[in-house]
Nanobody, 122 residues
Framework: QVQLVESGGGLVQAGGSLTLSCSAS????????MGWFRQAPGKEREFGAA????????YYADSVKGRFTISRDNAKNTVYLQMNSLKPEDTAVYYC???????????????WGQGTQVTVSS
């Protein structure tokens, strides 16, 4: 099993920045992909960004490409999501995810965190 704990959510004004962190514990040696999904009020959960290793390939949803950056600290088993130029439509609960497989848009991640709220005010 893998446990995921998110942190860093909060309230920010439009145009501002926020960084989310996700720390993994447990059988982390089996993980090859970590990432972020989000769910806005009244909407379905959607993919945001992911990073796979070895190699460090990154993947982004079109809605966040160019504004969000995902990165990983191997030693800390932690993934970060740097969010810049935030918009009110980025308001959502952000979930950290992990999987043993390399990233594919067809795969539903095996492990999910509890989520952290991000609110962007206009």
């Amino acid at each position: 099993q893998v446990q995921l704990v998110e942190s860093g959510g909060g309230l920010v004004q439009a145009g501002g920045s926020l960084t989310l962190s996700c720390s993994a514990s447990g059988r982390t040696f089996s993980i090859h992909t970590m990432g972020w999904f989000r769910q806005a009020p009244g909407k379905e959960r959607e993919f945001g960004a992911a990073i796979s290793w070895p190699g460090g390939s990154t993947y982004y949803a079109d809605s966040v490409k160019g504004r969000f950056t995902i990165s990983r600290d191997n030693a800390k088993n932690t993934v970060y999501l740097q969010m810049n130029s935030l918009k009110p439509e980025d308001t959502a609960v952000y979930y950290c995810v992990a999987d043993q497989r390399y990233y594919s848009s067809r795969i539903s991640p095996a492990y999910w965190g509890q989520g952290t709220q991000v609110t962007v005010s206009s």
